[in-house]
């Protein structure tokens, strides 16, 4: 093990303490702010009981996350050593698109009985325009490898087709972990897995900043399933939802390993395609529904599946998913 890795994992290490300690006044102050979380009425009867549960927990691990970041980068710089530009784009990927769950989040507070945030069409151009960005930042600025396919020992350059692909890679697991963030713990465990996959692979092909960026945000998520893990004493909301399913694909996409999103983000793909079936098959067949609900969580919970039984079964595919992609990675 290098010395660059023993740091990464201080690194998380650092990140999880920060959040378990500042973790209970943040969640007095989401109390006294009535910072609690509404539900959808068509929900199980059982939801009932999380009504008033602070959310916009997503602050718990991005704080810290951003602060060991940052300090990290300013002592290393203030030694003599360049920063880890590469770092930049994710960290800054994670913050832009935590404001703007902390917006819809903040917007559903306010409206608490229509228990609706920012309008879709409006949320959706924000997206497409920070994806778009990112993904020309990607491209022209950092020149992140284009894409590897397991099994072949050289990068496949897509040309411009990369800055379109990655924008709709950025969008889908946006939304994906957005879908996976419905039971507690769930979106925690998961993200937490692949961002250590994914940091796993990045140590293998050396790109020692965007490992430690993984495992920094690592430490901090189970920092945040401290407190988030059933039954909840926050929920992570939008602002931690979005961030980190836009952080994801981006490591990935720095990586050039972002086919593995489809094995190592298997369970918030299967979130998200759950949600299109439903909406295709009731659009096709006039009103009828491919599953009891969805996402697919919801389903599983309203066949007789207790919530910890789906998160923990969930993680545990999620886990093994990992660990098969890392392999990928490596042959």
């Known amino acids: 093990m290098t010395d660059r890795t023993v740091l990464s994992l201080v690194l998380s290490a650092i990140t999880f303490m920060l959040t378990v300690i500042w973790g209970t006044p943040l969640i007095r102050v989401l109390r006294a702010l009535k910072a609690g979380d509404s539900i ?4 199980p009867d059982r939801y009932l009981t999380k009504l008033g549960t602070p959310t916009m ?23 003599g050593q360049p920063i880890g530009q590469s770092v930049l784009l994710p960290l800054g990927t994670l913050v832009v698109f935590a404001l703007l769950g902390a917006v819809d989040d903040w917007t559903k507070l306010r409206q608490k009985e229509r228990g609706e945030g920012m309008r879709p069409r409006v949320k959706f151009i924000i997206q497409l325009v920070l994806a778009a960005v990112i993904s020309y930042g990607l491209y022209e ?8 396919v397991p099994g072949l020992n050289y990068e496949i350059d897509l040309g ?10 950025i969008l889908s697991e946006v939304n994906a972990v957005n879908f996976t963030d419905g039971l507690d713990g769930l979106a925690g465990l998961i993200s937490a897995t692949a961002f250590a996959a994914f940091g796993a692979i990045a140590v293998m092909q050396g790109q020692v900043y965007v490992a430690q ?9 189970f920092g945040f399933l401290w407190f988030n893990v059933h039954p909840a004493q926050l929920i992570m909301g939008d602002t931690g939802s979005l961030a980190l399913g836009a952080a994801l694909a981006v490591v990935g996409l720095m990586t050039g390993q ?14 998200m395609l759950s949600v299109v079936i439903q909406i295709a098959y009731f659009r096709r067949t006039g009103g009828k529904r491919f599953f009891k609900m969805t996402p697919i969580h919801l389903h599983f919970e309203l066949s007789g599946w207790s919530e910890t039984q789906i998160v923990q079964r969930f993680w545990l595919i999620s886990l093994l998913a990992a660990l098969i992609g890392v392999a990928l990675a490596a042959i």
């Open 160 to 169: 411009w087709w990369h800055i379109p692909l990655a924008m709709f890679i």
């Open 213 to 221: 960026f993984c495992f920094t945000l690592v430490g901090a998520l």
């Open 57 to 79: 927990g997503g602050v718990m691990f991005l704080i810290p996350t951003i602060i060991v970041t940052l300090v990290y980068n300013a002592v290393v710089l203030l030694g």
């Open 258 to 271: 972002w086919l593995l999103l489809l094995v190592i983000g298997v369970i918030p793909l299967a979130e």
């Open 141 to 148: 600025v950092l020149d992140v490898p284009r894409m590897f």
């Open 40 to 43: 959808r009425l068509e929900l």
